[in-house]
T-cell receptor, first 114, second 113 residues
Framework: SAVISQKPSRDICQRGTSLTIQCQVDSQVTMMFWYRQQPGQSLTLIAT?????????ESGFVIDKFPISRPNLTFSTLTVSNMSPEDSSIYLC???????????FGSGTRLTVV | AQSVTQLGSHVSVSEGALVLLRCNYS??????LFWYVQYPNQGLQLLLKYTSAATLVKGINGFEAEFKKSETSFHLTKPSAHMSDAAEYFCAVSFQGAQKLVFGQGTRLTINP
């Protein structure tokens, strides 16, 4: 299965600022996803990162708040913009290969907004 | 809409006892089902997956799960719990053509010595 490097592993940020999270995969993958895990909660899909086109966002998530890039089949970034304490969560990158259905997750980015 | 329900947000068992974590799904099409484990301060690790082959699926660390279509269930079991099994467990589902995962609420497993 693919190996994911997600950076940073954690950060403490001031409200009103932005943080960009990187997801690097060691092989080309068909699908890349970004999830949010709020404290003590399950995982919620933010968006599907599409290579060469705009990301597909889930209900309740918008591009202005969570812009996503995916310039190639091995790399994606998620930016959390204009942060507030409510954005304090773990953000996880996930990848999948078409036909395999064994989605792999990165180790996550633990974000605290103060 | 498709969904996943995990019965019991917290399960506590004694070391050596049977582990049973429950997961039920709702779907109008055949699902693909997954169990993931999350250790403290770590990402998610795939335990096992069902993708329409054998209904009894064996995973890592001695875990297994059985897909029961009539009961719309995919419960996770392990015959004998070990202290290292203490973690958060998530059941998830994806559907043909949809690709994305929908997660259950999670079950925190505690192992008592």
């Amino acid at each position: 299965s693919a190996v994911i490097s997600q950076k940073p592993s954690r950060d403490i940020c001031q409200r009103g600022t932005s943080l960009t999270i990187q997801c690097q995969v060691d092989s080309q993958v068909t699908m890349m996803f970004w999830y949010r895990q709020q404290p003590g909660q399950s995982l919620t899909l933010i968006a599907t990162a599409n290579q060469g086109s705009e990301a597909t966002y889930e209900s309740g998530f918008v591009i202005d708040k969570f812009p996503i890039s995916r310039p190639n089949l091995t790399f994606s970034t998620l930016t959390v913009s204009n942060m507030s304490p409510e954005d304090s969560s773990i953000y996880l990158c996930s990848v999948g290969v078409s036909g395999d259905y064994g989605y792999t997750f990165g180790s996550g980015t633990r974000l605290t907004v103060v | 809409a498709q969904s996943v329900t995990q019965l019991g947000s917290h399960v506590s068992v004694s070391e050596g006892a049977l582990v049973l974590l429950r997961c039920n799904y709702s779907s109008s099409v055949p699902p693909y089902l997954f169990w993931y484990v999350q250790y403290p301060n770590q990402g998610l690790q795939l335990l096992l997956k069902y993708t329409s082959a054998a209904t009894l699926v064996k995973g890592i660390n001695g875990f297994e799960a059985e897909f029961k279509k009539s009961e719309t269930s995919f419960h996770l079991t392990k015959p004998s719990a070990h202290m290292s099994d203490a973690a958060e467990y998530f059941c998830a589902v994806s559907f043909q053509g949809a690709q994305k995962l929908v997660f259950g609420q999670g079950t925190r497993l505690t192992i008592n010595p």
